[in-house]
């Protein structure tokens, strides 16, 4: 089994009860990062999430070894569940609240019972509301949330991103907050509830959507690949795609940098983007503006690959990203100076998982272990008696 000797962790000390479904999963997983002790509290034969595709019975669903690494795992049947809650600080719930309720998870009966607890109730509409109790998918959620509308071609339907990417979005806001209480929590002594809507938190992840609307009256669609304006949108390049941004509305900042790049590379055609029309927003955001940048820019690109592109555009402060593939990213210099990919064993094997999205100085915040085997730290009630 695959360990990692790793410093004590900022949240060392920190029990957390993890009663998720896979909508609330990866919140435990980013606070077992951070240090603290996350007890998965499963039903006989585990959560639905570990044998899921693409694994199935064959073995632990990837996605459940990715939110479950470093996590513990105890049988319901096994633990007295309010004596377990009395030696925690924060519990993890994502289920809607009629089924809290069924449960005795809801919020109003935990609170009453121990006070001094952190409550994330992560959920897909909230505690409150019409939709409250409404099924959900990651797709609806999406949907609900906008961020299906952006993505995909305006000429056809939304297409949802690979994944399950409302897990992940739930699961950084839910850790957020659950830092935000558990300070409050050691500063006051004080418990709460976080009520987290994973429909408000995909809202809270549109890019500047809102901002076009507050700022310009503009509703964001769908763009595919096309740029939203001149110099702004994915390009064509010798290995694959780049994305630029000269400028998002107003004047294009970047635009003189690109310009200069160009024309030190020998691109004298670029010397026809010095005309005032390109500080126009209306000219670069025509079809044939947009057209006019594209033949100039690729026909620049198409020689040279999306790293050195990026490596010559960052240099010149110019805001320029290589599209990257899986393959990419596994052999990325910056990645792996950042030890960002970490190996944990799943099922025997070890396997490459990406780590946590943040870095602490002093301390190595990472998964400690792979995914739990179902029921490892159980210990069978003995009759009478309560663990």
Same mark, same amino acid.
């Given at each position: 089994m695959t360990n990692h000797a790793i410093a004590v962790g900022p949240l060392h000390g920190v029990r957390v009860v993890d009663l998720t479904t896979g909508l609330g999963a990866y919140t435990g997983r980013l606070l077992s990062d951070l240090g603290a002790e996350?007890?998965? =509290? @499963?039903?006989?034969g585990g959560v639905q999430e570990r044998r899921q595709p693409p694994h199935g019975d064959s073995g632990? !669903?990837?996605?459940?070894?990715?939110? @479950? *690494? #470093?996590?513990?795992? =105890?049988?319901?049947? +096994?633990?007295?569940?309010?004596?377990?809650?009395?030696? *925690?600080?924060?519990?993890?719930?994502?289920?809607?609240?009629?089924?809290?309720?069924?449960?005795?998870?809801?919020?109003? +009966? =935990?609170?009453?019972?121990?006070?001094?607890?952190?409550?994330? /109730?992560?959920s897909p509409y909230g505690l409150t509301?019409?939709?409250?109790?409404?099924?959900?998918? +990651?797709?609806?959620?999406?949907?609900?949330?906008?961020?299906?509308?952006?993505?995909?071609?305006?000429?056809r339907e939304p297409v949802r991103a690979w994944g399950n990417q409302t897990t992940i979005i739930g699961g950084v806001h839910g850790a957020a907050a659950a830092l935000i209480a558990l300070h409050s929590l050691e500063t006051t002594g004080r418990g709460q509830v976080v009520d987290l809507s994973v429909q408000e938190a995909v809202a809270h992840s549109?890019?500047?959507?809102?901002?076009?609307?507050?700022? @310009?009256?503009?509703v964001r $669609?769908? =763009?595919?690949?096309?740029?939203?304006?001149?110099?702004? #949108?994915?390009?064509?390049?010798?290995?694959?795609?780049?994305?630029?941004v000269g400028g998002l509305g107003g004047r294009p900042l970047a635009w003189s940098a690109i310009v200069d790049w160009l024309l030190d590379n020998g691109v004298t055609e670029?010397?026809?983007?010095?005309?005032?029309?390109?500080?126009?927003?209306?000219?670069?955001?025509?079809?044939?503006?947009?057209? *006019?940048f594209r033949k100039i820019f690729e026909g620049f690109a198409r020689t040279r690959?999306?790293? #050195?592109?990026?490596?010559?555009?960052? /240099?010149?402060?110019?805001?320029?990203?290589?599209?990257?593939?899986?393959? +990419?990213?596994?052999?990325?210099?910056?990645?792996?100076a950042r030890h960002f990919f970490r190996t944990i064993d799943v099922d025997g094997q070890d396997l490459r998982?990406?780590? !946590?999205?943040?870095?602490?100085?002093?301390?190595?915040? *990472?998964?400690?272990?792979?995914?739990?085997?179902?029921?490892?730290? $159980?210990?069978?009630?003995? @009759?009478?008696?309560?663990p």
């Open positions: 996350v007890i998965r =509290v @499963e039903p006989e632990l !669903s990837l996605a459940f070894a990715f939110t @479950e *690494a #470093g996590k513990r795992s =105890v049988l319901d049947d +096994d633990i007295d569940l309010e004596g377990l809650l009395g030696t *925690a600080q924060i519990l993890l719930t994502s289920d809607g609240p009629a089924t809290l309720r069924a449960r005795g998870l809801h919020p109003d +009966d =935990v609170t009453g019972r121990h006070p001094g607890l952190v409550h994330v /109730s992560i509301g019409p939709y409250a109790d409404r099924p959900a998918s +990651d797709l609806t959620l999406l949907a609900a949330g906008g961020l299906l509308a952006l993505a995909g071609d305006p000429d549109l890019e500047n959507a809102a901002q076009y609307l507050d700022l @310009e009256g503009i $669609s769908r =763009v595919g690949a096309g740029p939203v304006e001149s110099g702004t #949108g994915l390009f064509r390049c010798a290995d694959g795609w780049i994305y630029l670029a010397d026809a983007l010095r005309g005032e029309e390109w500080q126009e927003r209306s000219w670069r955001r025509s079809t044939e503006g947009s057209a *006019a690959t999306k790293v #050195g592109l990026y490596e010559a555009g960052q /240099s010149r402060g110019i805001s320029i990203a290589p599209v990257s593939t899986p393959a +990419d990213l596994l052999e990325s210099p910056q990645l792996a998982f990406p780590g !946590s999205p943040y870095r602490f100085t002093g301390a190595t915040v *990472a998964p400690r272990c792979g995914p739990p085997a179902l029921g490892e730290m $159980s210990e069978p009630k003995s @009759e009478g008696n309560n």
